[in-house]
């Protein structure tokens, strides 16, 4: 497949149905950078957008990714994405809650690395929409960060990678989360709309009972400043999906 043909391709819900993935989702696929014949879980996949992105940025490093998807109309719809992207040979879906491990893994069945795009956002800071698929995407409504987390040491290998994104604006609550589930930041990336501005997304790559040692990374800028949403040279050498 092409890569100018995604995420173009993907099918998604409709706005009043429920989530669309953002530009973050395309980030984070790009951020990932996993090594040869990794077993990788896209926690709270979706569409698929962010396993199967891993996937055609990666053809030659023979990748197993599992979608896992509480949400049965958005894993059908991972699926059919997969089947179009002719990517069924190496992206499963799994349909469950992440606070379900013990029901949907077997014992000692770990991964090398999981892709995160949690809900950024606890109940009461922010405004809910009439659509509860898209609560449950934007919010902690039914799964907190905790659960998600906690998840993610349970299913992980020893010295395994938890690569996802969050509000910067939020990241103290992520890194004390990531603490007591002994995480250790590696990597910090933080996303800025443009260079006049705040970051609002931060990148991390984050080892299970890892070293101590954080490295943090030039900022990314999305849009050249004084146009309208232009994207940066900078940003589409760092992801090709963005046009």
Known sequence: MDLIEFPKILKQPKTQQGFRFAIDS??????????????ILDLGCGCGVIGLGTLLLNPNLNLKVFGLEKEIFMGILAYKNASLLNLNDHYKIIIGNIKDTKKLFKVNDFFDQIILNPPYRPIGKGKLSPV??????????????????????????????????YL????????????????????????????????????????????????????????QKNKNNIFTPQVKSFCPFLK
């Open 26 to 39: 395309l980030l984070l696929s790009c951020f990932a950078k996993p090594k040869k014949k990794w077993k």
């Open 168 to 223: 910067s604006e939020n990241i103290s609550y992520l890194i004390t989360t990531l603490n007591c589930y002994n995480f250790v930041i590696k990597e910090m990336l933080f996303i800025h709309p443009r260079s006049n501005q705040n970051a609002k997304i931060v990148l991390i790559k984050a080892i299970k009972n890892g070293n101590p040692g954080t490295k943090i990374l030039p900022p990314l800028i999305l849009y």
């Open 132 to 165: 509860s698929a898209k609560n449950k995407a934007k919010f902690e409504y039914e799964t907190s960060l905790k659960d998600f987390i906690k998840g993610c040491k349970i299913l992980l290998k020893n010295k395994g990678e938890l690569v996802l994104s």
